[in-house]
């Protein structure tokens, strides 16, 4: 009998249905157990508890030593209790000494019996052991018509869990326990002894021991990740985890970097991190010879994952065949209705596998997968061909799913062949179709009614693939090549592509392998994954140029997979996988859903720190919080290509998400990795919004992780404390690039687009390549952001080298507005570009419609005359930009006079004909400069004439200066403006404006009631209405108020009258900064204001806060010679090796156009330029650029020692007095963190 235990219940209840509820109930409690052979000792010996857990209460833990005796025998005991209610679960613990089997437990009351199955391992020795288990009960009518039917006396005779293995899963929840010891962990492997609790919302878990790991023979080895199942009734919510252990080391040092627990059937999963080096006393406590600690659950890293099911997998090893036994490992993949499941090991443990799939057996597995549905429709099962006896004769494999208490399906897949690589057809993998369905019913008796379903007979097909290695040098591998088809139907799965039916030697250079792949039908065929492994004696690098798929059932259609690339450790990009499409397959390749409402574009840079160790391989993610409350959720910043944050790089991230308003007012960026060489230190991170015109920059100089820093794996950064520019907003354009379908039109090159249109000309737009953009026969699809040009006229695209290949065929690209609802615009090119030949490296695509060209190709003739000055001729190479109301010409090299052989001498006027130039408009300027070569480089111009061949109509553009680095102000570019042409002269009588101000609301102030602050715009002779914004109520601190509004163009805002009418007497704002944004004229000024308002020395009245450009800017425009003085300051930094010998250009922009590219050539600090920690002065004349927002700056990697470290770039109008600061703070290196050599920076006004 168990020990005494005595319930107590209080004499005063009135209600005769507690009164009921109380009374005590007395159980006949019976154990069975199961002989163990590798037990040894008395189960006397064993401390035994057992707690009955009912509707109302539980029995509480109860000892019942001595009652369980011997190994193969049943006790019988007595179990008072009060008020237990209907008895739902119980749990048995004992403290071990001795390893035992649990049958099952049976309690039986006077009026019922209830039954508990089993086959519980009492024991830390084996796999699925443990000193406590979880009982749910079972119609005892299953079991005893099982027993009937096999002749079998007792229960213990019978393996319940090969019989009733899904059905005593039901009403638990299994818990998948993962470890990551640490890399410095000296809790020692096979010695350690390591426990824990579940603490959960519900209830706290019994003690589970984490012994035998799942992959490992051996747990806990230092750096190793091992998992192991418990299983327990439900916890609920995890909130901590209680962690027990000890070794012969006599560290306290917590072992694990992470734990993680999933409870697939409940779809959550909760993480758990360690510091190794952390061992404050504090947080460990002493029990029983183990230390001890507590850890809450880091919610930020608490998922919903995917719900799973468990499958009862029988794999049946034929008995007929000779050798049929196999010690490879093998692994089942299910394919359902909804899905397919991931590949599974069915016994990942090697040391477990032996006599698991003899000949003759039948090996029964209970596993957890995914839900792959309703209806299962194939399987894959295979093995890797390890081991001595790895050919394997596979009779059949059944799966049972169970529908519900009583209920289950039954599929049995005939399979009847070997996997082998020296038998049958060689393969060592099957996919198999159902060829029965059975539906299994119990009734309550325990008789079962066996129906067996229709089953459409499924025949595999045989796939024919032709491998093509190409002819290049050291085409061909030894590496074992992997290959998985997709269709719209299903997929085959990875394939080792190990016979080929034309060659001994495959894969072999300029040969061609066949293969043959059965499977199921596929249906069309889409895409293709390949890959190889990078082993092989001769050498692993290969040159893959295209696969071939035909379908044995229609063998005149075959499915071509271009390649015509490396798949190399050593070559092209480095990659040894490939993602395929099919010829002429345009499918879901849309990157971004753009049909989704209210999402808009945000480019995302991270800078991650410069020292080893500051990078990270975690998964990083970022959220956007805007000024009014709205969220975008937590986003990956995930690269296509990349899988990590080097040290000194900066990683840009275009991400379509929903919008968060008209500000953004903060981010969180984090990322999951709890291991320690997984913190990270970032810099700083950039986010630019491009259709609110705004560009956020937060410094940041921290630590996101589990051990350094702050222990945090999540920072929130406020945009109040970092910097913020503005800009004119850039609208949204779809364009869809298709890449020729011709040999090697794919491309490595960086592409530059750049967009004309009717009101305007874009910046030029860098397309991401990514990984599977710009390759053969390919369309892709995205997004840019640019100015509102109105109708596009035409496209420039230009190509650079970047990596392996060097040319692209572009077929077409098409373009619209995102809300448009207009067909695309389309732009035809049918031709290569060559990053490597100049006269390929950009073409200019003008606009379709219906068939006809929007911009006619008239032709330009340029006449070049060179001024009657001594030494006023050049040697030098001349290139020319033609600026028309349409846009510009692009850079056009002035090679052949058609009036002098040799050109540009002293007073010759040399002709250069351009027939096939599409339409410029008017002309308004050009840009003319030469590349400074030549013994006599220095050139006197006179002017230029450039005619339109159709229209005859001729644009004079007057110079009479040097082109020289040593003559006049030592510059060899020229802006000229054509005759009766005044830049800034415009048609449009208003003007829409955009006013950003930053205020703050002093701490001193009592609480802030709000009011109305006012703003009237003035230019030197005008001024706009007084708009009033009205300040809502609200705590102390610093703010930023946005207002859209039309009114007169003012061409030029001189400044501002501002206003403050508080709602409570003697309140005040300080009004720090105010932007103003002329949308029309793309024009942009920043006054620093730093004003009390309302401003007591002015009573109260309007306060004029003037912009520092004044009237020095509204003289003077329009006329050739008065271009603007620009000095360009370069900042190297401060760390070893920073400088650089290559050649520098930079480009800058602003909101009334570009300067073009020039050269850091000549500067005025130092002869040695760019050197650490040296600061290089250049002076430039530009036309008007108005405000500076972007520059773009680049070496050509050229010299010996190319790399440099560029802190900032500063470049002050010297008309203006404006100062703009461009930062970096990063190497542009193509051996130093993201390898670029080009960076483009967004300006910030110095204030």
Request: with cysteine.
């Amino acid at each position: 009998m168990a020990k005494p235990v005595v319930e107590l219940v209080p004499e005063n209840i009135k209600s005769r249905s507690s009164k009921k509820e109380r009374q005590e109930i007395c159980y006949d409690v019976t154990i069975e157990t199961s002989a163990d052979p590798a037990a040894k000792g008395k189960l006397s010996d064993n401390r035994f508890s057992l707690n009955i857990f009912g509707s109302k209460s539980d029995t509480g833990f109860r000892e019942v030593t001595g009652q369980i005796r011997d190994p193969g025998k049943t006790a019988t005991f007595l179990f008072d209790t009060v008020g237990l209610g209907t008895p739902e679960y119980a749990i048995i613990t004992t403290e071990l000494s001795v390893n035992w089997l649990l049958s099952n437990l049976s309690l039986k009351s006077a009026r019922k019996e209830i039954f508990f199955p089993a086959d519980a391992q009492f024991s830390t020795k084996y796999l699925g052991g443990q000193i406590n288990h979880s009982l749910m009960p079972m119609n005892k009518n299953l079991v005893s018509k099982l027993l009937q039917d096999l002749k079998l006396k007792s229960i213990s005779e019978l393996s319940l869990r090969n019989n009733f293995g899904l059905e005593m899963i039901l009403g638990k929840v299994v818990y998948r326990i993962r470890t990551c010891t640490g890399s410095k962990s000296n809790i020692e492997g096979s010695e350690a002894e390591v426990y824990l609790f579940l603490q959960g919302n519900y209830l706290r878990s019994q003690k589970f021991i984490l012994s035998e790991s799942k992959f490992h023979s051996t747990s806990f080895r230092a750096g190793q990740l091992d998992e192991f199942d418990l299983e327990s009734v439900d916890l609920g919510e995890v909130e901590t985890i209680t962690v027990g252990w000890r070794s012969k080391s006599s560290s306290r040092s917590f072992p694990f970097d992470k734990i993680e627990v999933t409870a697939g059937q409940i779809g959550r999963q909760w993480t758990f991190g360690g510091n190794p080096d952390d061992s404050n006393d504090e947080q460990y406590v002493q029990k029983g010879g183990f230390n001890e600690k507590t850890m809450d659950c880091l919610r930020q890293f608490t998922k919903v994952v995917e719900k799973t099911r468990f499958y009862e997998i029988k794999v049946k090893t034929s008995d007929k065949v000779r050798g049929g036994s196999t010690d490879a490992n093998v692994f089942i993949q299910l394919y359902g209705d909804a899905k397919k499941s991931q590949v599974l090991e069915l016994v990942p443990r090697s040391d477990l596998r032996k006599d698991e799939f003899k000949e003759g057996k039948e090996a029964q597995f209970i596993r957890e997968l995914e839900n792959v549905g309703d209806t299962l429709q194939k399987i894959r099962i295979g093995h890797d061909n390890s081991g001595l006896g790895a050919g394997w004769h596979l009779a059949w494999v059944q799966i049972r799913v169970l529908l519900g208490e009583y209920d289950s399906l039954l599929y049995h897949f005939e399979c009847n062949r070997w996997l082998a690589r020296d038998e049958d057809d060689k393969a060592t993998e099957r996919e198999l179709h159902p060829t029965s369905v059975h539906s299994l019913k119990h009734d309550a008796l325990g008789n079962l009614t066996k129906t067996e379903q229709t089953v459409q007979k499924q025949k595999l097909k045989k796939y024919t693939v032709h491998v093509y290695t190409g002819s290049v040098t050291g085409a061909g591998t030894d590496a074992n090549v992997f290959l998985t088809l997709y269709g719209d139907k299903s997929d085959t799965g990875e394939r080792a592509l190990k016979h080929s039916d034309t060659n001994i030697n495959k894969f072999e250079q300029n040969d061609h392998d066949v293969f043959t792949i059965e499977a199921a039908d596929l249906g069309e065929l889409y895409k293709c994954f390949i890959r190889h492994d990078n082993k092989g004696v001769a050498g692993a690098a290969w040159f893959l140029d295209k696969i071939e798929v035909v379908d044995s059932s229609d063998e005149s259609y075959k499915t071509v997979f271009y390649c015509e690339r490396w798949l190399s450790k050593k070559d092209d990009d480095n990659k040894i996988e490939r993602t395929l499409f099919a010829q002429g397959y345009h499918g879901c390749l849309l990157e971004d859903d753009l049909s989704v409402p209210n999402h808009t574009s945000y480019v995302v840079k991270v800078t991650t720190g410069s020292e080893k160790g500051m990078d990270t391989d975690a998964n990083a993610h970022i959220a956007f919080f805007g000024s009014d409350g709205k969220s975008t959720g937590q986003l990956a910043l995930r690269h296509a290509t990349k899988m990590q944050f080097k040290p000194s790089s900066t990683e840009e991230f275009h991400i379509w998400a929903p919008s968060v308003g008209k500000a953004l007012r903060r981010i969180d960026i984090g990322h999951d990795g709890l291991l320690q060489h997984q913190d990270w230190f970032v810099r700083s991170v950039e986010v630019d919004i491009p259709q609110i015109g705004k560009n956020y920059i937060f410094k940041m100089e921290d630590w996101i992780g589990s051990s350094k820093g702050k222990g945090k794996m999540e920072k929130t950064l406020l945009a109040s404390d970092g910097e913020t520019a503005h800009y004119k907003p850039r609208k949204p354009y779809i364009v869809t690039v298709q890449t020729g379908d011709e040999y090697q039109a794919g491309t490595d090159c960086k592409i530059e687009m750049t967009f004309f249109g009717k009101k305007g000309t874009s910046e030029p737009i860098i397309i991401p390549k990514n990984e599977a953009r710009f390759e053969r026969g390919r369309k892709d699809t995205f997004v840019v952001n640019i100015a509102d040009i109105d109708q596009l006229l035409k496209i420039r695209v230009s190509v650079s080298k970047m990596g392996f290949r060097t040319k692209w065929f572009l077929f077409k690209i098409e373009s619209k507005a995102l809300e448009s609802q207009d067909k695309p615009t389309c732009f035809n090119c049918q031709s290569w570009l060559d990053s490597a030949s100049i006269d390929k490296r950009s073409v200019t695509l003008v606009a379709e419609k219906d068939g006809k060209k929007l911009l006619a190709n008239p032709g330009y003739e340029i006449s070049v005359t060179t001024s009657d000055v001594r030494g006023a001729g050049t040697d030098a190479n001349v290139s020319i930009v033609l600026f028309g109301v349409f846009g510009d010409s692009g850079e056009l090299e002035l090679k052949q006079s058609s009036t002098h052989k040799n050109k540009f001498e002293r007073k010759h006027t040399d002709v250069f004909s351009f027939p096939h130039l599409e339409d410029l408009g008017d002309l308004q300027k050009i840009r003319i400069w030469h590349d400074d070569k030549g013994p006599g480089s220095a050139w006197h111009l006179k002017e230029v004439q450039v005619k339109n061949e159709s229209t005859s109509k001729t644009f004079k553009f007057v110079c009479n200066k040097w082109l020289s680095r040593s003559d006049e102000d030592k510059q060899v570019s020229r802006e000229l403006f054509a005759e009766g042409f005044k830049p800034g002269q415009h048609s449009e009588h208003s003007a829409t404006y955009r006013v950003s101000i930053v205020l703050r609301v002093p701490q001193t102030s009592p609480t802030f009631a709000g009011g109305v602050f006012s703003l009237k715009l003035k230019s030197y002779n005008r001024e706009s209405k007084e708009y009033r914004i009205n300040l809502d109520a609200n705590s102390t601190g610093k703010r930023e108020v946005e207002h859209d509004f039309e009114d007169v163009n003012l061409r030029n805002v001189s400044g501002v009258l501002v206003n403050f009418e508080p709602i409570s007497r003697g309140q005040i704002v300080e009004c720090e900064q105010i932007h103003v944004s002329n949308l029309t004229e793309k024009d942009t000024i920043l006054i620093q204001a730093n004003k009390k308002l309302p401003d007591p020395e002015s009573e109260n009245e309007p306060v004029y806060l003037r912009h520092q450009r004044d009237e020095k800017t509204s003289g003077g425009r329009g006329a050739m010679a008065n271009q603007i003085d620009y000095e360009i300051k370069v900042f190297t930094g401060k760390k070893w090796g920073a400088g650089t010998d290559s050649n520098v250009f930079v480009t800058l922009f602003g909101s009334k156009g570009n300067s073009g590219k020039h050269k850091l050539a000549d500067s005025k600090d130092h002869m040695n330029k760019f050197e650490t920690s040296q600061v290089d002065t250049f002076d430039f004349k530009f036309a008007d650029l108005g405000h500076l927002q972007k520059l773009h700056i680049e070496h050509d990697n050229s010299g010996q020692g190319p790399g440099w470290y560029l802190d900032r770039v500063e470049v002050t109008d010297k008309v203006r007095e404006e100062t703009t600061v461009f930062p970096c703070e990063n190497w542009l290196d193509k051996s130093k963190g993201d390898k670029q050599i080009f960076r483009e920076l967004l300006g910030r006004q110095q204030k």
